[in-house]
């Protein structure tokens, strides 16, 4: 209650702020962080007032006065600030510390006890992202401030287990929580996680949403605008290659890269260890069923190869556009990119080789905007539109123009860093010495990374340009 209390008058001070701020100045108007400044004993201070009413700002203008913000340029500006932010880092008692190290996370989820909880906790650890209170996050690109970086590389026995992980990097910017957990909840106990991820109403997090560029590659399938855009490449493709040579469009080769990395920390082996095991049993338990077919009698047996030959006759025909799909594919991967560069250079030909319901959709900012946006926790982190979005003009109660973006990032107390790494942590900060680790070198990281920030959005390039 005493954090909701103080979130209500930030917010009604930031809320006033903002209504008054010059919001024609710069592009970005960095808002320094309230107390900033704070005597090194006021860090032992209760803890449960992990975030310690710090936090600051970043808002974003127009680089003149009366160009509408609603747009997917202005937006997708906001997008990489956050990203910047996110990356930003400084460098102090042998480890650097980003944004991720010193912000304000809700906690993890209490476990039932069990050899599970252990390595299930830690990779909480690593998900759980910072809270941001920005306009972003209407949209599935409000995902790629989150991380975590580096991202989640899990080992092919839990990606065979767990067939709603994504293959690769995990990161918010592709992970469905809900989905992963009600199929991990089906092989382990995880006590009340999945109630709290339901109740706080995370879902599919981010994939869901809107994306504010259709043409961005990672925008994922199950967005409401999701773009099929290795099938336009083909219609592309039959297009171009039927114009005269002089006249034909050329792509750049993308090459492809291949993950080699073997960053596996004792967590993610000892996940690997266990889907292994699962997997290899579940291996084991096949291999029985095959062998227990040889003892059928002879007309079963001879049924059963009889109805075999004949999907074996099938899966050839099957077998044969599978190779032309995955032809396209190889196509696709190697030119997409080079592809949706190509469109977003050349809307004007879309119609070309496309039909009206096959081309990119930008969604309608303004209407998803309207009355604010959420964070990952749908029923939990409600951002009011008069917090993020500034100068706004409506038509029929919809916001049709805005003259600023404000984002709002906690960050947490030096006591709350402290108590992160008082227990070694090596897959995170391996060169932290942890004997000499105390809550007031925690809060002068804390300290020290708010200063260096404020000076580096003071002096960011869109600042100058």
Known sequence: MQQNYQYDVVREKRSTDFENSNIHGPPIVPVKSVNDERDDESIDASLDNAFDRRFQV?????AAKGINALTKESLLKHVQIMEEIADFRVEMYGENWTLADICFKPPSPKLSHGPFAGVMTKLLDRLIPCIWITPIDCFWEGSKP?????????????H????????????WKNLDPSAVLREVSTLFDLGTVFNLFERAGIGAAYLDRWCIDPLDPECPATAPNAFNYCSAFNKFQHWNVAKPKNEQIVLETEVIAVDKSDSHD????????IFGKKRRKREM?????????????EDESSDYYDAYEDDDYDSSHNDTKSKEE???????????????????QNEHRWDEFLKLDEMPKYPDYGKIMTGGCRGFARK???WPEDLIVGGVKRQDQKLISAEAFQSIFLVASGNDVFLRYKVPKPDLKPNLNVNSWSPHRASQVVSA???NFTQHIYEHRWNTE
């Open 58 to 62: 970043v808002i974003q203008t127009p």
């Open 146 to 158: 989150l991380g975590p970086s580096p991202p989640l590389i899990l080992g092919p026995d839990i």
């Open 160 to 171: 065979a287990f767990i067939t709603s992980l994504p293959k690769g990097n995990i990161t």
């Open 266 to 273: 004792d967590t993610m082996q000892i996940l690997d260890d």
């Open 285 to 297: 338990v096949a291999s029985t069923m095959k062998t227990n077919v040889k003892n059928y009698t």
């Open 326 to 344: 995955i032809t396209n594919g190889e196509q696709c991967a190697r030119y997409g990119k080079s592809f949706l560069k190509w469109l977003n």
């Open 380 to 382: 939990t982190m409600v």
């Open 449 to 451: 990374w708010q200063r």
